[in-house]
């Protein structure tokens, strides 16, 4: 069992950043592999970003690509994701979800992940 609890979000206007924060607790952290993903109104969840179990490898949405960063650190068990360049259509609820698969089958499919945390809301204005 792994519980997750993001942290971080909030209103910021387009072409703004923020982080988010995922930490973790439960069993070994570093052997799952983290994702990030998103669920606006109306919409499915979708991935935007995910990380191996060692932090070596990362996968993006194209609709993210160049604009966000997902890092790991494995001595604190926490999974950040830096959005830069913000845009309204990233408003969502973001989500964090850990994995036991094998990189990179799958990892940008939700229904791999069996962990997930409660949520934070990130919302761009215009």
């Known amino acids: 069992q792994v519980q997750l609890v993001e942290s971080g979000g909030g209103l910021v206007q387009a072409g703004g950043s923020l982080r988010l924060s995922c930490a973790a607790s439960g069993r070994t952290f570093s052997a799952y592999t983290m994702g990030w993903f998103r669920q606006a109104p109306g919409k499915e969840r979708e991935a935007v970003a995910a990380i191996s179990w060692s932090g070596a490898a990362t996968l993006y949405a194209d609709s993210v690509k160049g604009r966000f960063t997902i890092s790991r650190d494995n001595a604190k068990d926490t999974v950040d994701l830096q959005m830069n360049s913000l845009k309204p259509e990233d408003t969502a609820v973001y989500y964090c979800?850990?994995?036991?698969?094998?990189?990179?089958?799958?990892?940008?499919?939700?229904?791999?992940?069996?962990?997930w945390g409660q949520g934070t809301q990130v919302t761009v204005s215009s």
């Open positions: 979800a850990a994995a036991l698969i094998h990189w990179p089958v799958g990892v940008l499919r939700r229904e791999s992940y069996h962990y």
